[in-house]
């Protein structure tokens, strides 16, 4: 759902921390028709110009809170992701990305909250990988942008 | 605009809901496209578009009200879950009681927000098709729905069993639920609910643009879906020889795109046209007293306030006859397969016209 806005167009940008470039982030969307508790959000398919960020390197902030990984925020039950709310998403990358268009397939993996889904049982105790298309919600595609880095 | 009509129309805020998650209209906005359509009351759907949601602050009913006084316009239902995952800790699923009293907060939610109804998210939803009948993985069941009743009553909240394809009114999926009604003699705290996806006879044009680019033939896809609203338009000529149609497919040379639109996709126990899961109009109007609330699910409606996917006619024809008294809220859903290309504000408007010269107003 609502697939070429899961990213906020002028959202991409490196991240600098100490004088120094250790990564990038961008500013993203529920891709799912209600907001959602945080501990049902699983991560994200995300691949830059042809390479792939596993969810290992990312983290999410949401919420006035300092950026989460998602070992973190698979316990944040009581934690609720307001369907309004952006939430940006961070990803190691030594050096950042060059300034210039970047090619991003990406994909949020968000857990359905239902809890009668046949899956249900299975993916509390292994997540799906995002990307794989299981546990997507309403995106349920790997979706390309072409995103240029603003900072 | 307030009316005395016994069936009244009204709009879910979920049919505006990709307006509204991309900021071009806010709530003043979606409910303004409401009464412009002509509606008397909304549907709020609380994870979606109240802010502090599960909680409604003061401030939030202030506007609610403020705007809508000002629109001519009366709350009617608030969206109601029991995701027992609803916080995925791996110790534990939400127990009996901790959905009872999310429920709880859910109906003390819709008095604050001056509705009459909440849409009770229930294990009847999709009738006798419980997707996981394992205790765990239930919604609210009829043992939680018992003991809700008197809240309910108390509180002035009506609980309404939404009946949604694949299931149907008929199909027996919500007897424990209303033998918990007749048991307790409590019918001001709940009842059925009409969802118009168990009256479609025919599937959407963006559904058919689906099966295109997956290689379907035009031709043969129409040819199907006049089949399809031939056999489930009771107007008494609907006999179809399913096995004639199939034949004439595999002549015009339909594979498997056509033939699984036809039969369902192999493996699953409903879906395909011949076998369209449809409550005809006759029971509609057998159930019509009984109903409480229904959601008018629609997908497209054509320019000229036609539509293909469901008899509005014969439906309404049911319900007045039937003796509804109730809303009949518009919950659109079309965006869902196309995002970006659909004016959410038109159907809905293109909808209540239809809605409105079924039913003479």
């Given at each position: 759902?609502?697939?070429?806005?899961?990213?906020?167009?002028?959202?991409?940008?490196?991240?600098?921390?100490?004088?120094?470039?250790?990564?990038?982030?961008?500013?993203?969307?529920?891709?799912?028709y209600?907001?959602?508790?945080?501990?049902?959000?699983?991560?994200?398919?995300?691949?830059v110009d042809?390479?792939?960020?596993?969810?290992?390197?990312q983290?999410?902030?949401?919420?006035?809170?300092?950026?989460?990984?998602?070992?973190?925020?698979?316990?944040?039950?009581?934690?609720?992701?307001?369907?309004?709310?952006e939430?940006?998403?961070?990803?190691?990358?030594?050096?950042?990305?060059?300034?210039?268009?970047?090619?991003?397939?990406?994909?949020?993996?968000?857990?359905?909250?239902?809890?009668?889904?046949?899956?249900?049982?299975?993916?509390?105790?292994?997540?799906?990988?995002?990307?794989?298309?299981?546990?997507?919600?309403?995106?349920?595609n790997?979706?390309?942008?072409e995103?240029?880095?603003?900072? | 605009?307030?009316?005395?009509?016994?069936?009244?129309?009204?709009?879910?805020?979920?049919?505006y809901?990709?307006?509204?998650?991309?900021?071009?209209l806010?709530?003043?906005?979606?409910?303004?496209?409401?009464?412009?359509?002509?509606?008397?009351?909304?549907?709020?759907?609380?994870?979606?578009m109240?802010?502090?949601?599960?909680?409604?602050?003061?401030?939030?009913?202030?506007?609610?009200?403020?705007?809508?006084?000002?629109?001519?316009?009366?709350?009617?239902?608030?969206?109601?879950?029991?995701?027992?995952?609803?916080?995925?800790?791996?110790?534990?699923?939400?127990s009996?009681?901790?959905?009872?009293?999310?429920?709880?907060?859910?109906?003390?939610?819709?008095?604050k927000?001056?509705?009459?109804?909440?849409?009770?998210?229930?294990?009847?939803?999709?009738?006798?098709?419980?997707?996981?009948?394992?205790?765990?993985?239930?919604?609210?069941?009829?043992?939680i729905?018992?003991?809700?009743?008197?809240?309910?009553?108390?509180?002035?909240?009506?609980?309404?069993?939404?009946?949604?394809?694949?299931?149907?009114?008929?199909?027996?999926g919500?007897?424990?639920?209303?033998?918990?009604?007749?048991?307790?003699?409590?019918?001001?705290?709940?009842?059925?609910?009409?969802?118009?996806?168990?009256?479609f006879?025919?599937?959407?044009?963006?559904?058919?643009?689906?099966?295109?680019?997956?290689?379907?033939?035009?031709?043969?896809?129409?040819?199907?879906?006049?089949?399809?609203?031939?056999?489930?338009?009771?107007?008494?000529?609907?006999?179809?020889?399913?096995?004639?149609?199939?034949?004439?497919?595999?002549?015009?040379g339909?594979?498997?795109?056509?033939?699984?639109?036809?039969?369902?996709?192999?493996?699953?126990?409903?879906?395909g046209v011949r076998?369209?899961?449809?409550?005809?109009?006759?029971?509609?109007?057998?159930?019509?007293?009984?109903?409480?609330?229904?959601?008018?699910?629609?997908?497209?409606?054509?320019?000229?306030?036609?539509?293909?996917?469901?008899?509005?006619?014969?439906?309404?024809?049911?319900?007045?006859?039937?003796?509804?008294r109730?809303?009949i809220?518009?919950?659109?859903?079309?965006?869902?397969?196309?995002?970006?290309?659909?004016?959410?504000v038109?159907?809905?408007?293109?909808?209540?016209?239809?809605?409105?010269?079924?039913?003479?107003?």
């Amino acid at each position: 759902m609502f697939d070429n806005f899961l990213i906020r167009k002028d959202s991409l940008k490196n991240v600098v921390e100490d004088g120094k470039v250790v990564g990038f982030k961008l500013g993203v969307r529920i891709a799912d028709y209600r907001g959602q508790i945080l501990s049902l959000h699983n991560g994200y398919y995300i691949k830059v110009d042809g390479v792939v960020y596993p969810r290992e390197v990312q983290k999410f902030e949401i919420n006035g809170k300092p950026p989460r990984t998602f070992e973190e925020l698979k316990t944040c039950y009581y934690e609720h992701w307001n369907y309004d709310d952006e939430g940006t998403l961070y990803v190691e990358k030594e050096g950042g990305l060059e300034p210039g268009v970047h090619i991003i397939e990406f994909q949020q993996s968000i857990l359905n909250a239902y809890g009668y889904r046949p899956t249900d049982e299975e993916w509390v105790k292994n997540p799906p990988v995002p990307g794989s298309g299981a546990g997507a919600g309403k995106t349920s595609n790997i979706v390309t942008y072409e995103i240029e880095l603003t900072e | 605009m307030k009316t005395n009509n016994p069936i009244k129309l009204g709009v879910s805020l979920y049919s505006y809901q990709e307006v509204f998650w991309r900021g071009d209209l806010d709530l003043e906005g979606v409910l303004t496209a409401a009464a412009g359509a002509g509606a008397e009351g909304v549907e709020i759907f609380g994870e979606a578009m109240i802010p502090s949601f599960p909680h409604i602050t003061d401030e939030f009913l202030y506007k609610w009200f403020y705007l809508l006084d000002n629109l001519d316009l009366e709350p009617v239902c608030y969206e109601h879950f029991a995701d027992r995952r609803y916080w995925k800790d791996t110790s534990r699923y939400l127990s009996d009681d901790d959905v009872f009293d999310l429920t709880v907060h859910y109906l003390e939610s819709a008095k604050k927000l001056g509705c009459k109804f909440i849409r009770l998210s229930h294990d009847g939803h999709n009738g006798k098709f419980i997707m996981n009948d394992a205790h765990s993985h239930t919604v609210v069941n009829a043992q939680i729905f018992e003991r809700l009743l008197p809240i309910a009553a108390e509180l002035g909240v009506k609980m309404a069993l939404e009946v949604h394809g694949p299931g149907l009114l008929e199909d027996g999926g919500n007897d424990d639920f209303l033998e918990a009604l007749d048991r307790t003699g409590i019918y001001e705290g709940g009842g059925l609910m009409l969802d118009f996806s168990g009256c479609f006879r025919d599937c959407s044009p963006m559904q058919v643009d689906a099966m295109v680019s997956r290689g379907g033939n035009p031709e043969i896809i129409d040819y199907i879906r006049r089949m399809s609203r031939k056999a489930y338009t009771f107007d008494g000529n609907n006999e179809v020889d399913w096995d004639e149609v199939e034949a004439k497919v595999k002549e015009m040379g339909g594979g498997s795109v056509e033939l699984d639109f036809l039969n369902g996709p192999k493996g699953r126990s409903f879906g395909g046209v011949r076998n369209r899961l449809i409550t005809p109009p006759e029971v509609v109007k057998e159930y019509a007293s009984q109903l409480i609330y229904i959601h008018g699910k629609a997908h497209w409606i054509n320019e000229d306030c036609t539509c293909d996917e469901m008899d509005y006619p014969r439906y309404l024809q049911a319900l007045k006859d039937g003796g509804y008294r109730g809303y009949i809220s518009t919950e659109y859903e079309g965006q869902r397969s196309v995002p970006h290309t659909i004016n959410e504000v038109e159907l809905v408007r293109r909808q209540h016209i239809l809605m409105r010269q079924c039913l003479g107003y």
